[in-house]
């Protein structure tokens, strides 16, 4: 398999030079994408591309998604969860000095577009996963209201949306 892979990134390789493009192995990672079932049959070994040996990841990064090996998003949804509560602990530092509209603009403008961002690529994650992305949600909610932990959140949602 890593063979088949190396001869394949060498056609790439080949391709790119030709076309006056250049290949950076320094950039380069390689990534086994498997069902949790079959993660035993993944080879662990280098991957050769050019004069480089690649040892798998786990986990990649490709335009602000991280996708993980069983390809389940959790790489995902634990970056974009772990900047939102970021971004929101410091929104509500400054939140008595702000209008609830600036307070739902800054919401939405700082916290709604990281978990929108390619948010299509979530599509069929487990219902965990999107607990903890609707916890983002709420958060920013009970910021923007105010509200108490203890307060029902779907009439703020609600309201917000």
Request: with cysteine; hydrophobic share 40%.
């Amino acid at each position: 398999m890593q063979e088949r892979l190396s001869v394949c990134i060498e056609d790439v390789f080949s391709w790119m030079m030709s076309s006056r493009l250049h290949l950076n192995p320094s950039k380069t990672e390689v990534l086994w994408c498997s069902s949790d079932q079959r993660q035993h049959q993944i080879p662990t070994g280098p991957v050769r591309v050019g004069d480089t040996s690649v040892q798998p990841v786990r986990t990649v990064r490709d335009l602000g998604v991280y996708i993980d090996a069983d390809v389940a998003m959790s790489a995902h949804v634990t970056v974009v969860v772990k900047a939102c509560f970021a971004t929101l602990r410091q929104i509500r530092s400054v939140r008595r000095s702000l209008t609830r509209t600036t307070l739902l603009t800054l919401v939405n403008a700082l916290v709604v577009t990281k978990v929108d961002y390619c948010s299509s690529v979530l599509s069929g994650i487990c219902g965990q996963l999107l607990q903890r992305l609707q916890s983002v949600f709420n958060v920013g909610a009970r910021l923007v209201f105010s509200a108490r932990k203890s307060e029902h959140i779907t009439s703020l949602l609600r309201e917000l949306h």
